[in-house]
Each structure stands twice: as structure tokens, then as C-alpha cells.
T-cell receptor, first 115, second 113 residues
Framework: GAVVSQHPSRVICKSGTSVKIECRSLDFQATTMFWYRQFPKQSLMLMATSNEGSKATYEQGVEKDKFLINHASLTLSTLTVTSAHPEDSSFYIC???????????FGEGSWLTVV | AQSVTQPDIHITVSEGASLELRCNYSYGATPYLFWYVQSPGQGLQLLLKYFSGDTLVQGIKGFEAEFKRSQSSFNLRKPSVHWSDAAEYFCAVYGGATNKLIFGTGTLLAVQP
């Protein structure tokens, strides 16, 4: 079945540095991918919708310059957290819309810890 | 505006008992509806989905959900709960016009032996 792979699953970075998280659709082409942030014991908050070949659509309150999203191909979207700070520590999870399959699958998520 | 409400934050049921998790949505047209399950520290697993057609949909692990347009609801049910069903359950709504997948706040299911 359709699989979405997210990498890295866990990352620790120093405050002020940038970190990139990749989201890949392994056996289907994803024209649309979604990026979420989840705090402990809370729901998934949509950060942005990423469409292949165009600029991502960010939700209100999400800093575009801090959370850079690139969807350069139909199988890869990346989220780069720039100048990370401890408050950016969270669980980030992506999902991909299969389009023809009419299903949205999720990656395994990435735990980001900024120290 | 597009929104999802899961009224029950936490539910406890006995193993073998039936289960119903509530989900209500707000959207101008018929949305795509999903139920996902998440175990602690893990990603999300799709249980079932509704796009059109039969309003009663069957999913994995013995779950089913019924879309009721008049009530703007998509409640998840299982006739007999197993201890392994303990997890967080999320209802999600995708709107074609908005191109957004929005999640409810989740319902944490605990299963008593």
C-alpha cells in the first residue's frame, strides 16, 4: 500500500541552527502534502499545505521565513526549521494526498528537540 | 469555515464493550472525512474514510463509521473493544474548496480489563 516516509525520525539541534525534515511518498505521486505540528497530548495543527511546483500555503500564525517548505517533486517535500529555538521543539508530521487513490497517508513523524 | 469537533476528550470503556467516538464537522459542502488512530509517540494510521456513496463505511481493526449529513457527524464505532485499541483517535475533515485537512482535538481511549 501507499507509504509516506519521513526523515529523520528524531533530531537534536543547537539553538540558532537550521534543521531539515524530509517527507517522501514512496510508491505514489503526491501533488499535495500537508505539514503539521503536534505538541504533547494535543491535536495536529496544520502548518502549511504544500503543492508541487508552487509556493506553500501557510496557516495563519505560522512564520513563513522560519518554517521553509519546499515541494520540488511529486514525491518529496521538505520542511526546514531555520534559526531553531527551544520553543520550536515539537513533533512534526507530514501527510501526502494520493490524488487518484483519494486517500491521505501520514509519515511516521519527526521529533525535533532544540537545545 | 472548516472545523472539526470531537466532544469527548477522554473515554474509558471495558474490554469487550461497544464503543462510539463522536465527531462533528462544519463545512459548506460534503467534505472528505477520515478517522485516524495514533499510539503514543507514533505517526497516524488511517482507520477509514468517507468520500461519497454508502454512508456506513467499514475500516480496519473492526471499526466502522457512519456519515450523517443532517447531523454533520461522522461517528466511529466498534462493537467490541480490545485492550489493544487503547490510543488517541482523531477525526479529520478535508475540504476540496479549501484544500486543507483539519483535525479534531482527539479522543483518548482507555480500555479497562
Amino acid at each position: 500500500g501507499a507509504v509516506v516516509s519521513q526523515h529523520p525520525s528524531r533530531v537534536i539541534c543547537k539553538s540558532g541552527t537550521s534543521v531539515k525534515i524530509e517527507c517522501r511518498s514512496l510508491d505514489f505521486q503526491a501533488t499535495t502534502m500537508f505539514w503539521y505540528r503536534q505538541f504533547p497530548k494535543q491535536s495536529l495543527m496544520l502548518m502549511a499545505t504544500s503543492n508541487e511546483g508552487s509556493k506553500a500555503t501557510y496557516e495563519q500564525g505560522v512564520e513563513k521565513d522560519k518554517f521553509l517548505i519546499n515541494h520540488a517533486s511529486l514525491t518529496l517535500s521538505t520542511l526546514t526549521v531555520t534559526s531553531a529555538h527551544p520553543e520550536d521543539s515539537s513533533f512534526y508530521i507530514c501527510s501526502a494526498w494520493t490524488g487518484s487513490g483519494n486517500t491521505i497517508y501520514f509519515g511516521e513523524g519527526s521529533w525535533l528537540t532544540v537545545v | 469555515a472548516q472545523s472539526v469537533t470531537q466532544p469527548d476528550i477522554h473515554i474509558t470503556v471495558s474490554e469487550g464493550a461497544s464503543l462510539e467516538l463522536r465527531c462533528n464537522y462544519s463545512y459548506g459542502a460534503t467534505p472528505y472525512l477520515f478517522w485516524y488512530v495514533q499510539s503514543p509517540g507514533q505517526g497516524l494510521q488511517l482507520l477509514l474514510k468517507y468520500f461519497s456513496g454508502d454512508t456506513l463505511v467499514q475500516g480496519i481493526k473492526g471499526f466502522e463509521a457512519e456519515f450523517k449529513r443532517s447531523q454533520s457527524s461522522f461517528n466511529l464505532r466498534k462493537p467490541s473493544v480490545h485492550w489493544s485499541d487503547a490510543a488517541e483517535y482523531f477525526c479529520a475533515v478535508y475540504g476540496g474548496a479549501t484544500n486543507k485537512l483539519i483535525f479534531g482535538t482527539g479522543t483518548l481511549l482507555a480500555v479497562q480489563p
